[in-house]
């Protein structure tokens, strides 16, 4: 895609969604961190509905901790993979309080040795808690990427890191909301709704979909 598209691109989604950020539903960066480890193959729906009574129970590390593993499934069993979920957290909980004093690092290279933290958790989490112009590539960011050549790429990382070098400055805080939602409610993955997409005139897509 042509830079001055990319820019165009970027304008009219920010004019779409001045502020965008996450579904997920959290008050704090160690809330966050939790709900994003719990999202992995799960809906925003899902998880913030286990979160809700959750985080009324247990909102910080050591409370996390003091609640147990067992409750702690309890609480989110209606999410996929719970099982490992929760001792992934209580893991990370524990190296938290003992390491960190029970913050939540703000580095990418601390929050990717907590268990249950790959690359693009971490990089949720510096955009969304911290406010670094990261930019985690999921499902949806990877198909709109590729269909819009905007920035096509075989692997995750390798659509992450174009994107990193195509979007102008300006947008590149808010790149990763803005395209995730895109690619949730209007670029489907099934279905794409092409006759009310904002950027229809500037995508690569060769299968667009026609008005119904």
């Given at each position: 895609?042509?830079?001055?598209?990319?820019?165009?691109?970027?304008?009219?989604?920010?004019?779409?969604?001045?502020?965008?950020?996450?579904?997920?539903?959290?008050?704090?960066?160690?809330?966050?961190?939790?709900?994003?480890?719990?999202?992995?193959?799960?809906?925003?729906v899902g998880v913030n509905k286990a979160?809700?009574?959750?985080?009324?129970?247990?909102?910080?590390?050591?409370?996390?901790?003091?609640?147990g593993e067992v409750a702690l499934k309890?609480?989110?069993?209606?999410?996929?993979?719970?099982?490992?979920?929760?001792?992934?957290?209580?893991?990370?909980?524990?190296?938290?309080?003992?390491?960190?004093?029970?913050?939540?690092?703000?580095?990418?290279?601390e929050l990717e040795q907590l268990p249950?933290?790959?690359?693009?958790?971490?990089?949720?989490?510096?955009?969304?808690?911290?406010?670094?112009?990261?930019?985690?590539?999921?499902?949806?960011?990877?198909?709109?990427?590729?269909?819009?050549?905007?920035?096509?790429?075989?692997?995750?990382?390798?659509?992450?890191?174009?994107?990193?070098?195509?979007?102008?400055?300006?947008?590149?805080?808010?790149?990763?909301?803005?395209?995730?939602?895109?690619?949730?409610?209007?670029?489907?993955?099934?279905?794409?709704?092409?006759?009310?997409?904002?950027?229809?005139?500037?995508?690569?897509?060769?299968?667009?979909?026609?008005?119904?």
């Amino acid at each position: 895609m042509k830079p001055e598209n990319v820019r165009e691109l970027f304008r009219r989604l920010r004019a779409l969604n001045p502020h965008p950020t996450t579904e997920l539903v959290y008050g704090s960066p160690f809330e966050l961190l939790i709900a994003v480890i719990l999202s992995a193959q799960a809906t925003d729906v899902g998880v913030n509905k286990a979160t809700r009574k959750l985080f009324a129970r247990a909102n910080t590390a050591q409370a996390m901790l003091d609640l147990g593993e067992v409750a702690l499934k309890r609480h989110i069993s209606t999410i996929g993979l719970f099982n490992a979920k929760a001792q992934h957290i209580i893991a990370t909980c524990r190296i938290l309080v003992e390491q960190h004093g029970g913050d939540v690092p703000r580095t990418r290279e601390e929050l990717e040795q907590l268990p249950g933290v790959g690359r693009k958790t971490a990089n949720v989490v510096l955009n969304t808690a911290f406010g670094e112009p990261t930019i985690a590539v999921d499902t949806h960011i990877f198909r709109v990427a590729n269909r819009s050549g905007l920035a096509p790429g075989k692997t995750v990382r390798e659509v992450e890191d174009r994107l990193l070098k195509v979007v102008p400055a300006e947008f590149r805080k808010d790149a990763h909301h803005w395209l995730i939602l895109h690619g949730r409610y209007v670029c489907k993955a099934r279905k794409p709704d092409c006759p009310h997409c904002p950027i229809r005139d500037l995508c690569a897509f060769r299968s667009k979909t026609l008005p119904a």
